[in-house]
């Protein structure tokens, strides 16, 4: 018998405005007929189909599937020779199938209205085109019908001013920006969808032209980013909740023994804002534009600060009991009603193809609350254990793999309710690391364990082997030090961590204290990232990580001495202690940090310092005898950097010095100068 005989599959390539709006068309629908939904968020990070969807779907032999399209052509072949082996009802979204039945908007009204917009209404002469996914139906469909209504009007299509944006802000970004240096006279750039006309949208400004006095922008989609960006973006909206109403009730016909649909186009119409609109708008119609864009960035800035807290409280968790905590905490907030942590039994090698074992359930979280989950390991090819397993058949539940380093280590199930879209990357990505990180450390933790009770067993059982004892006691001896590495070392950077910093710091201070020759000398840098939070803002978590990678790189590259130490503060924050060292030292080490960090060159859009991502430093130096103790030493550091802070950012402070040093101009040989009293506060924005 079917576990789940009323059980529909949405195969989705990520799970992003365009996926969801999708979702929301197409649940109410199949709950109508008394259908569930299941998400299957598919990684395009590993090729074709896992091994673990593959071994569901065999389990639950769900009665139809919906899918999306894939990022490349070989995929999405692999995902529809998978589904044909079901022989069950398929409706693809945006996925040309010459037997079956797809959904699709209707492209060819869309952007021949983005034309006569353009051209007709607006008076555009030399327009650009930023194409989509090359193998992917609505670009190819969007791009054909570009040349064919510019070439209506007597434009001939210009083959330099069509580049590629591949449906990607940042890969739109840099093409618009190489292709308005060689092309200054182009007056207006139609996008194949809404992300890419974003980037255009930078790009314009980068090059000093004004949106839409110097150029015009068009987007495809109409996603709710579009409102969000100053002016707001001329869009077109392809009715995407109704793509997907279409979709399910085409499914439930097929289920009934109705014969595939064939080709389904669904209507689009043009959503005119200020990328195009004429300067000369009406007061109320701009105030109603500001209106509508600030409520918008509230509720975004709302959403992620609610994913930034959830990032930062799984930051300090150290124990699975820890992450259910966090979780049952942060999750109502988040907008999720019900989510389910999966953890295998042994983690899968997602390149090996390893087929999923046992599992055991983390979290049981529902009607706002953790509950006790079943103890024990279950089969996971049906994802839930069976007391639980009826939760898959109500609702619609969105499933995605736990990956990291090349391993899945199990698999979240959610429903969301309300708040950000991307609470599913935030969960994915957040909940990945801090798994992996806890993973390692219990594996290392169990090694050293089990190696002792060999030692005690042999010892007992083998006193006389004596090789083999030490040889025992030399790999416990091993895993220890590697175990005590691991919890000195910061996940994400590698480097030191926080707890590494102040070890190190209290037995350096016990040296200063106890020196009986001469003075000794102890200097701290205290680092904070400049406008971090609008970096992750702007760039994403993902990108935030590189970034604090990137920093960490350039710390440890600055420090040269042996003792020294460079490490994770906490969040954006780093600290290099340098004993032995004093204020040139100090100052010597701060200069090399920024200037490899310059050197570096990350990009930060958002940065109101530089367009690349910089720091501030603050130094304190600490000797025999001041009595201050190492807690005075850290604060005299961070009053430096919070005096670099209100003094612009990207610069370098020295405790007790009257004027900041600026790392581009700072000499080898500079020293202190007049003493700074007074207390300074930190500016808000970091």
């Known amino acids: 018998m079917d576990p789940f005989p009323r059980l529909v599959v949405l195969i989705s390539t990520g799970m992003d405005e365009y996926q969801t709006r999708l979702v929301a ?29 593959r071994m569901f779907l065999q389990a639950a032999s769900p009665c139809g599937f919906i899918t999306t399209n894939c990022m490349a052509g070989e995929e999405e072949a692999s995902f529809a020779a998978l589904l044909e082996s079901f022989g069950r009802p398929v409706v693809r979204i945006g996925v040309e199938t010459p037997d079956g039945t797809w959904i699709r908007g209707d492209n060819v009204t869309g952007m021949r209205a983005v034309v006569a917009h353009l051209v007709d209404d607006c008076g555009a002469r030399t327009v650009a085109h930023v194409r989509g996914i090359p193998h992917q139906p609505d670009a190819i469909d969007r791009e054909r019908v570009f040349r064919e209504e510019l070439a209506r009007r007597g434009l001939v299509p210009d083959e330099e001013l069509v580049v590629d944006g591949r449906f990607d802000q940042e890969t739109s970004y840099w093409s618009v920006r190489r292709l308005l240096k060689a092309r200054p006279e182009i007056d207006a750039v139609a996008a194949a969808n809404d992300l890419s006309a ?34 707001g973006l001329t869009s077109v909206d392809q009715d ?23 080709e389904i186009m669904v209507p689009s119409r043009l959503v005119v804002r200020g990328t195009t609109r004429p300067s000369g708008a009406s007061p109320v119609d701009q105030n109603r534009l500001l209106r509508e864009i600030a409520e918008g960035a509230y509720d975004h800035l709302s959403g992620q600060d609610a994913a930034l807290g959830l990032n930062r409280s799984l930051f300090h968790c150290t124990t699975l009991d820890a992450v259910v905590d966090v979780l049952a905490e942060k999750l109502d907030g988040l907008g999720v009603g ?12 997602t390149a090996a193809g390893d087929p999923p074992g046992p599992g055991r359930l983390l979290l049981d979280f529902r009607e706002g609350k953790a509950h006790p989950p079943p103890q024990g390991w279950f089969p996971t090819r049906l994802l839930l254990p069976e007391d639980l397993r009826h939760q898959i058949g109500t609702g619609a539940l969105m499933v995605q793999a736990l990956s990291a380093g090349g391993r899945e280590l199990g698999y979240v199930l959610f429903e969301r309710g309300w708040g950000p879209v991307k609470v599913g990357e935030v969960l994915l990505q957040d909940l990945s690391r801090t798994l992996e990180a806890i993973s390692s450390t219990e594996q290392l933790q169990l090694h050293a364990v089990e190696l002792e009770e060999l030692v005690q067993r042999r010892t007992h059982e083998l006193a006389e082997e004596v090789t083999t004892r030490r040889r025992a006691e030399v790999e416990l001896q091993r895993a220890n030090t590697e175990l005590q590495r691991l919890l000195k070392r910061d996940g994400l950077t590698s480097i030191a961590n926080r707890a590494a910093f102040e070890s190190h710091l209290a037995d350096h201070w016990r040296r200063l204290e106890g020196a009986e020759h001469g003075e000794r000398k102890l200097a701290l840098l205290m680092i904070d990232i400049d406008a971090f939070k609008q970096y992750n803002d702007h760039y994403g978590h993902v990108r935030g990580d590189q970034a604090l990678r990137t920093v960490a790189s350039c710390l440890h590259s600055a420090v040269r001495e042996p003792a020294d130490l460079a490490c994770r503060y906490g969040g954006e924050e780093f600290a290099v202690l340098l004993p032995d060292s004093g204020a040139r030292a100090a100052l010597a080490v701060a200069k090399r940090f920024h200037g490899l960090l310059a050197k570096a060159a990350v990009p930060h859009a958002a940065s109101p310092v530089a367009p690349r991502l910089t720091a501030s430093t603050g130094i304190a130096v600490s000797r025999t005898g001041d009595g201050n103790g190492p807690t005075g030493l ?46 300074l506060e930190r500016s808000a924005s970091g």
Request: hydrophobic share 40%.
């Open 25 to 53: 068309g197409i649940s109410p629908v199949l709950s109508q007929h008394g259908h569930s939904l299941l998400v299957c968020v598919n990684d395009p990070r590993v090729p074709g189909p896992p091994p673990s969807l």
């Open 198 to 231: 974003l980037g255009a949208l930078r790009a314009a400004r980068a090059a000093g032209l004004r949106v839409p006095d110097d150029i015009m922008i068009t987007g495809f989609d109409n996603e709710a980013t579009s409102a969000l960006n100053w002016p």
């Open 240 to 262: 995407l909740e109704n793509q997907g109403t279409v979709a399910a009730r085409q499914l439930v016909a097929e289920m009934k023994g109705k014969p595939p649909g064939g």
């Open 338 to 349: 019900r989510c389910f942590v999966v953890l295998h039994q042994r983690p899968l090698r």
């Open 634 to 679: 850290v604060e005299a550091a961070d009053r430096a950097l919070y005096r670099a802070k209100a003094l612009g950012r990207d610069r370098i402070v020295l405790s007790g010095s009257a004027e900041p040093a600026d790392p581009a101009t700072l000499q080898d040989k500079g020293t202190a100068r007049a003493a700074v009293r007074g207390p």
